[in-house]
């Protein structure tokens, strides 16, 4: 199995938390996607053997492009690679973007997943992250969403200041009231050089709360498992028959090819990163260049992100598996670092795989990372 993603990077205005990659002029939009075009060509000898199973339309706001643009993409896959005959095409889109008549547009496209960016329907919410949409536009376009994509997953951030764990509560409810089968739900984390750190610093706005987060992670948890939401990753909720294809493919090592600027790729022993510069991307891509750094992993490489990686979901780290890749000094290795979050109970050995428990779940990164293996051999 393998994925394609493909990375557009425009946005209507800038979100306050965010660092993805993006511009929020469309000047160059048509040049971009010449490139992309181009980009798709150029990488099909990288998959001439493997099927596509997904492919995933992130950014940036990829709903900004008018249907027309996308399915150009979507030919460009089809033309140049194997693509099973049912893929999981997934679109990331804003409410702002999604009127009664452009859901129904889109719904006769290949498209069949919809990944909308709700992030909250409280309006002080919204405000305070500078999104593009209000509240009232997050609930018609669910409205009018769920009578035509069966397949719908929304985000939703949690550990928003002055937002309440009752204010939390009633996010959840709200979005279990559309009966949608997936949620992903991230913290509100502040990355360096953003907007929201500018405003911590300068005391306009207050400051995350950890312990909050973590609260509100696991109010989140018990409220949709009660709901009959398996949590399959720790950022991310599906009902049985609906985890995110592609993202399952990154957590399990799965090959991908990252299209776009900025967008990353793997095939299973080197990452690469395409140019974080539109400009760059497009001018190398016409002269038949790929804007691309890649890395080599080496073993300890592999093993540290497997660990990252399947700690994170519910299928943990198979002890076999690092035996067989990795060699038994690693598997060694790994159940005696692991043996203290054990005593502490964040960890646990179960049918020959290493596993979070409850308590563990939300410091799970930071488990993973004390379980890594230093790149000396």
């Known amino acids: 199995m393998a994925g394609i993603y493909i990375h557009i990077p425009f946005c209507k205005q800038a979100c306050y938390y ?25 990488r099909k000898a990288e998959f001439k053997d493997i099927e596509v199973q997904t492919i995933y339309f992130g950014g940036g706001t990829p709903s900004l492009l008018t249907n027309e643009e996308l399915q150009l993409l979507i030919s460009a896959v089809n033309d140049n690679y194997k693509v099973v005959t049912s893929p999981e095409i997934t679109l990331e889109a804003n409410p702002d973007d999604l009127l009664s008549k452009r859901i129904i547009e889109l719904s006769n496209t290949p498209i069949n997943r919809l990944s909308i960016g709700i992030q909250s329907f409280f309006e002080s919410d919204l405000k305070l992250m500078n999104r593009a949409h209000n509240a009232e536009e997050a609930k018609a376009c669910l409205e009018e969403a769920i009578k035509h994509f069966d397949n719908i997953s929304l985000d939703l951030i949690y550990g928003i200041p002055g937002a309440s764990n009752d204010q939390w509560l009633q996010n959840i409810d709200m979005a279990l009231n559309y009966n949608i089968p997936h949620i992903s739900s991230y913290a509100l984390t502040v990355e360096p050089k953003t907007a929201l750190a500018s405003f911590i ?90 804007p ?38 690693y598997k060694d290795y790994l159940i005696e670092q692991a043996n203290v979050f054990i005593n502490q109970h964040l960890l646990y050995i179960d049918d020959r795989h290493l596993r979070v428990t409850k308590k563990g779940q939300f410091l799970s990164d930071g488990i993973a990372s004390e379980l890594f293996k230093l790149n000396l051999i």
């Not at 660092?19 to 181009?38: I, M, R």
């Not at 600027?261 to 974080?276: D, E």
């Open 18 to 42: 965010c660092d993805f990659h993006f511009s929020t002029s469309l000047k160059k939009k048509d040049e971009l996607l010449e490139a992309l075009v181009k980009e798709i060509e150029l």
């Open 292 to 329: 691309m750094e890649m890395e080599t992993l080496t073993k300890t490489d592999r093993y540290n992100e497997y660990i990252m990686t399947g700690l994170r979901t519910i299928w943990g780290v198979s002890l076999e598996k690092v035996e067989q890749d990795f060699g038994s000094t």
């Open 201 to 290: 610093e300068k005391g306009v706005i207050d400051n995350v709360d950890d312990e909050q987060a973590h609260e509100q992670f696991h109010l989140l948890k018990d409220k949709l498992e009660a709901s009959g939401f398996i949590h399959y990753e720790l950022s991310n909720f599906g009902k049985e028959g609906y985890f995110s294809k592609n993202n399952s493919a990154y957590w399990q090592g799965k090959s991908y090819i990252g299209i776009g600027p900025s967008a990353h790729s793997f095939n299973g022993c080197q990452r690469g990163w395409n140019v974080k510069n539109n400009t760059k991307y497009i001018k190398a891509i016409k002269g038949g260049a790929l």
